[in-house]
């Protein structure tokens, strides 16, 4: 098992449901207590860094390219671009299920509470996280191919 | 200048009359709030539609090769942009109602399709403007 199949397993056992707990926190926090700053600000964050944390894995891989030491080559690249792509099509037909279902299936008169809204996004990035590493795991096989962790 | 080029361009004309539009249909909305306005708010969203239907007449590149490394290189940076830019708007679409109107609050449903064009429209131009700016301006060779 290589670093990148290692680093999907924890996200899906790991990472995707402590942010589904996590992500919910502020929503929860902010409706007890009401909006502040703070809850503004840490959910603004774990949600920015939660939806584009797949960006840092490029940007390692350049800064390690630099210094020659690179365990990401092309095929690592090509299965990475095609698991955020898969994850990117998920999501969407999410969002769209999310907004329009509801704007369907609902009387145009009907409204509902704001508290939704944070929790699409919540589950959308859980969406993005779960796929994308399910992606991941597919693309390079259950089986060992010579990967050398 | 490419017909990638030529696309992005006419998306990004097309999608900033669009978002310049949707600023005074929505000020007559928040000022008049008369129900109509919902409807003529329909209006700005034409702009995506029109920018697809504009690319379709665009001529297809000559030569054999249509497209190199390079090109796939922008437009991998160009999806990653797009897809940054549509997340963010969506993040800042579902957090500000939330976070300034109070948890409290309801809003009707009609918003949320307007959030998923406004997305649509995020997605679009932050991909049009990444081609145009990792191309370049000015032209460096590139034939259509």
Same mark, same amino acid.
């Given at each position: 098992?290589?670093?990148?199949?290692?680093?999907?397993?924890?996200?899906?056992?790991?990472?995707?449901?402590?942010?589904?707990?996590?992500?919910?926190?502020?929503?929860?926090?902010?409706?007890? $207590?009401?909006?502040?700053?703070?809850?503004?600000?840490?959910?603004?964050?774990?949600?920015?860094?939660g939806?584009?944390?797949?960006?840092?894995? *490029? @940007? @390692?891989?350049?800064?390690?390219?630099?210094?020659?030491?690179?365990? *990401?080559? $092309?095929?690592?690249?090509?299965?990475?671009?095609?698991?955020?792509?898969?994850?990117?099509?998920?999501?969407?037909?999410?969002?769209?299920?999310?907004?329009?279902?509801?704007?369907?299936?609902?009387?145009? $008169?009907?409204?509902?509470?704001?508290n939704v809204?944070?929790?699409? #996004?919540?589950?959308?990035?859980? #969406? @993005?996280?779960?796929?994308q590493?399910?992606?991941?795991?597919?693309?390079?096989?259950?089986?060992?191919?010579g $990967?050398?962790? | 200048?490419?017909?990638?080029?030529?696309?992005? %361009?006419?998306?990004?004309?097309?999608?900033?009359?669009?978002?310049?539009?949707?600023? =005074?249909?929505?000020?007559?909305?928040?000022?008049?709030?008369?129900?109509?306005?919902?409807?003529?708010?329909?209006? !700005? %969203? &034409?702009? &995506?539609?029109?920018?697809?239907?504009?690319? &379709?007449?665009? =001529?297809?590149?000559?030569?054999?090769?249509?497209r190199?490394?390079?090109?796939?290189?922008?437009?991998?940076?160009?999806?990653?942009?797009?897809?940054? +830019?549509?997340?963010l708007?969506?993040?800042?679409?579902?957090?500000?109602?939330?976070?300034?109107?109070?948890?409290?609050?309801?809003?009707?449903?009609? %918003?949320? !399709?307007?959030? %998923?064009?406004?997305?649509?429209?995020?997605?679009?131009?932050?991909?049009? &403007?990444?081609?145009?700016?990792?191309? +370049?301006?000015?032209?460096? +060779?590139?034939?259509?």
């Amino acid at each position: 098992m290589n670093p990148w199949q290692r680093n999907a397993w924890i996200s899906l056992l790991f990472f995707a449901p402590l942010f589904l707990i996590f992500g919910q926190l502020p929503i929860l926090l902010v409706y007890l $207590e009401g909006p502040s700053f703070l809850h503004l600000f840490s959910f603004a964050c774990s949600t920015i860094v939660g939806g584009l944390l797949w960006l840092f894995l *490029f @940007f @390692f891989n350049k800064k390690l390219k630099r210094t020659g030491t690179t365990q *990401f080559d $092309e095929r690592d690249q090509l299965i990475l671009i095609r698991a955020t792509l898969v994850a990117y099509v998920v999501l969407w037909l999410y969002f769209i299920a999310a907004c329009i279902y509801t704007w369907l299936s609902a009387a145009p $008169e009907r409204s509902i509470s704001v508290n939704v809204m944070p929790m699409v #996004i919540v589950g959308g990035i859980v #969406i @993005f996280l779960a796929v994308q590493s399910i992606a991941t795991l597919f693309q390079y096989g259950f089986r060992r191919k010579g $990967e050398i962790s | 200048m490419n017909r990638a080029q030529k696309m992005a %361009w006419v998306c990004v004309i097309c999608l900033s009359l669009t978002i310049t539009a949707a600023f =005074p249909v929505l000020l007559i909305h928040f000022l008049v709030g008369t129900p109509k306005a919902l409807y003529v708010a329909v209006i !700005p %969203w &034409l702009g &995506l539609p029109l920018s697809g239907l504009i690319c &379709l007449f665009i =001529p297809k590149d000559k030569g054999k090769v249509k497209r190199d490394e390079r090109d796939l290189m922008i437009r991998k940076n160009a999806a990653h942009a797009g897809f940054i +830019g549509a997340f963010l708007f969506t993040c800042f679409a579902c957090m500000i109602p939330f976070f300034i109107l109070g948890p409290k609050t309801v809003i009707s449903v009609k %918003w949320l !399709p307007q959030i %998923w064009f406004g997305t649509s429209i995020a997605q679009f131009f932050f991909y049009s &403007l990444t081609i145009i700016v990792d191309y +370049g301006r000015a032209g460096k +060779g590139e034939k259509s």
